[in-house]
């Protein structure tokens, strides 16, 4: 019994509270910015060393959706015109959104549908599903349930039924074996239901967006209601983007 | 015995490589096998030269690494299973019959490794089935209840005991070591990052490796140093994550909740000196990209005085409590000669008195100058896995503050020329959870032309239905909890 109360102690207050305006690491990656200034002509090393296509060249364009927030592009441009800031804030309803120019200076979902926030502004119920998901997503969709982020005094959670789901949430490339799974999860959701990408790899496909074992039909198939970029993502993107849209 | 004797990250010729005809291939696998051998990898070395194939064979406990070469005859890509004899080799067997065709002949149990559902020859594949009165199966997945990867379970119960628990996997399978062979440098160090996102270190440190041994690349010892330090918060960050794990499924959410907060400090460790909570691009060919500065070290050191300070409390607490120790202690035990039997490696193969520690056995990096202690326990059981995870937290802790109070001065990077023609490198790494083993051959021009990854998964999760055994099915998710088991780098 006391060592339970020494280690409450401990425990202190470990909670972010105000998840909208953190300190993340200075180091951190997230959205970038890109200088307004021209590129060098003929110039295109930025785009030549991406290795999954998300940086074009002249003018500068950064498609969030694609990138694996390495460094890369940054460390290769001569004119240092692009920096990844840590601003965790990349979240977005809008796929076309996701791509930084110059003139991009934040990102954030629009606010959803009437019916879907009245449905889910105050209680959201989420089924997760790993497909073809390294475990970097998973592992941080985990810690937004921890004693740092504690995602669910939002009213948001995963839940284990698809039944008992407001929607689903999509990790991975989507291998071949898990494309069936996955549809057969999304069908079991009752309506109103919506749809979220989180993390590259199943935004883009990643580094195995041409692999023949990854069957990405399902995303043709199905509207996506928000977008959550990140290698993984930052718990802190999830949690902020998911209130953004559901108008909180 | 006709095998070429080789060390870790040491590159060989690939002509020095003995191809014995197929009979004495079998025989001189056997007879290591026979001499404390375990089989780390099985696969043909070019593919597109059809009837060889090679077999890795490691003894940890001489530190002995060799390759020996098979010739078999093209229409017939047969040969007598050793899995009869030597149950460690059967999912090599099976990995090898459905990637490349070759039959193991009376084998005892070939199943699909990735495909779902088939086996080689394109034969539909059939579960295991128990029958009789009482007796029920329970099958769960692919898609589980919380927020994990998928794979499917079949138990076959009878009454409440488990008879058999059979592990179908393979819907994580993203195609990696094929992607490999395509892929640019900056890509596949992408692809070794997402082999598995919980041993990023471990698999990326063990692709650099290759890289470097093929091009002849020295790495400076700073560079190193960063490096192991990294792989140590990586080991201690997922050891706190799995021990929360093992407290959650207990229901002793005070314990959980301690381990969260304190893996959360020891991420954010990793994001200090790398931008990313996983160490995603601290490593470049060459080297490390980026560095210990006097502010990201006097931050990174607060934080892990906390969890040094802290994690005790919550290890006493954990391992002094009644409650957790009646679930804990003999359950899912797995005995030392069924271990060595199948071939368990790391964490799982040292809980059952395994001297198996890849950073000791076939020391690398750092580690070579700078030893870390071997740690056993010996019961087998979910407690010897989750004490020993407390424990090695403890070596990991004291080997980051000692090499953080001396870091080597010197470069981080080293530029890294072209690799060796017709070569290999075998490259193993201690990741937290076991060995991790990454096998590249290249081809006349240097170029990739065939690359193995065996993750520590690939053998353990064949000790996970040992241990669940003659088990309540109520025991499975803390008998899985404990052996903590990817399925992306099982899948790959």
Redesign the interface.
């Known amino acids: 019994m006391i060592d339970a109360i020494k280690l409450r102690i401990l425990q202190g207050d470990p909670i972010v509270h105000d998840v909208k305006n953190a300190n993340l690491p200075k180091l951190f990656r997230g959205l970038p910015t890109i200088a307004d200034k021209p590129c060098p002509a003929g110039c295109d090393k930025c785009a030549a060393v991406c290795p999954v296509r998300a940086v074009t060249a002249a003018p500068v364009k950064i498609d969030l959706g694609r990138c694996t927030f390495c460094p890369l592009c940054e460390e290769a441009c001569p004119e240092k015109l692009i920096h990844y800031t840590n601003n965790y804030h990349i979240a977005s309803d809008k796929r076309e959104n996701l791509i930084v120019t110059k003139d991009t200076k934040t990102i954030t979902p629009a606010r959803a549908a009437k019916k879907i926030r009245d449905y889910f502004g105050k209680s959201l119920k989420l089924r997760q599903v790993s497909a073809g998901g390294c475990n970097g997503c998973e592992l941080e969709l985990n810690a937004l349930n921890n004693v740092n982020f504690d995602m669910g005094r939002f009213g948001i959670e995963f839940v284990a039924s698809p039944r008992h789901a407001d929607g689903i949430v999509i990790t991975g490339p989507i291998t071949r074996n898990m494309s069936n799974p996955l549809k057969i999860c999304y069908e079991a959701v009752p309506g109103p239901k919506i749809i979220i990408l989180a993390g590259t790899c199943s935004i883009a496909g990643h580094v195995f967006e041409n692999s023949d074992q990854v069957q990405r039909k399902f995303l043709e198939e199905n509207k996506i209601d928000l977008y959550i970029p990140g290698c993984p993502p930052h718990p802190l993107t999830f949690i902020t983007g998911i209130l953004s849209f559901i108008g909180r | 015995m006709s095998s070429l004797q080789i060390q870790n990250n040491q590159c060989f010729r690939l002509e020095e490589i003995i191809f014995s005809d197929k009979n004495n291939f079998l025989k001189i696998v056997s007879e290591h096998l026979a001499n404390g051998f375990r089989m780390i990898g099985l696969f043909p070395p070019d593919k597109s030269k059809p009837g060889k194939i090679i077999a890795v064979l490691a003894n940890s406990g001489s530190s002995e690494l060799c390759i020996t070469g098979g010739e078999f005859p093209r229409d017939k890509l047969e040969f007598e299973s050793w899995a009869v004899s030597f149950p460690q080799t059967n999912y090599f067997e099976c990995e090898l019959a459905e990637n490349y065709g070759y039959i193991p002949l009376n084998h005892p149990w070939l199943r699909p490794v990735?495909k779902?559902n088939m086996i080689a020859g394109g034969k539909a594949y059939q579960f295991y089935k128990l029958e009789g009165d009482e007796v029920h199966e329970v099958a769960v997945g692919?898609?589980h209840?919380?927020?994990?990867?998928?794979g499917h379970f079949r138990f076959q119960c009878h009454g409440e005991l488990v008879y058999n628990l059979e592990i179908n996997l393979?819907?994580?399978?993203?195609?990696v070591e094929?992607?490999f062979l395509e892929?640019?440098r900056?890509?596949r160090?992408?692809?070794a990052e997402?082999?598995?996102?919980?041993t990023?270190i471990g698999h990326i440190c063990t692709h650099c490796n290759i890289i470097e041994s093929l091009s002849n690349t020295p790495i400076s010892l700073r560079a190193q140093v960063i490096r192991s330090i990294a792989e140590e918060l990586e080991r201690t960050a997922m050891h706190l994550?799995g021990l929360g794990g093992a407290a959650n499924d207990i229901g002793l959410a005070?314990?959980a909740?301690?381990y969260?907060?304190l893996?959360?400090l020891v991420i954010?460790s990793l994001?200090?000196?790398?931008?990313?909570?996983?160490g995603?691009?601290l490593f470049v060919y060459g080297g490390v990209?980026?560095d210990f500065d006097s502010e990201?070290i006097n931050?990174i050191i607060k934080k892990l005085h906390t969890v040094r300070n802290?994690v005790k409390?919550?290890n006493?607490?954990l391992f002094?409590s009644t409650g957790a120790l009646v679930r804990f202690e003999k359950t899912g035990a797995v005995s030392q000669d069924s271990a060595l039997k199948i071939g368990l490696v790391g964490l799982a193969a040292r809980s059952c008195g395994i001297e198996l520690d890849t950073r000791i056995n076939y020391p690398y990096g750092a580690y070579r100058y700078f030893p870390v202690s071997q740690i056993t326990l010996s019961t087998g059981d979910v407690f010897a896995r989750s004490r020993l995870r407390a424990l090695e937290i403890d070596e990991s802790l004291r080997f980051i503050f000692e090499q953080l109070e001396n870091l080597p001065e010197g470069e981080t990077k080293t530029a890294v020329g072209d690799a060796e023609p017709d070569s290999g490198v075998v490259a193993i790494t201690e990741g937290w959870r076991g060995e991790v083993v990454h096998i590249a051959v290249t081809d006349e021009q240097g170029r990739i032309a065939q690359y193995k990854i065996k993750d520590p998964s690939f053998n353990n999760w064949y000790g996970l239905s040992l241990a669940l055994r003659k088990t309540e099915i109520s025991d499975f998710p803390l008998c899985n909890k404990s052996f903590d088991l990817?399925?992306?780098g099982h899948d790959l």
């Not at chain 2, 209840?145 to 998928?150: L, N, R």
């Open positions: 990735r779902q692919p898609i209840a919380g927020v994990i990867e998928p393979g819907y994580q399978h993203r195609g094929a992607l892929a640019d900056n890509r160090i992408m692809l997402s082999i598995a996102g919980d990023v994550a005070l314990a909740s301690s969260g907060r893996r959360t954010n994001a200090d000196l790398s931008g990313s909570r996983f995603r691009g990209r980026f990201n931050l802290d409390v919550i006493d607490f002094s990817s399925y992306a």
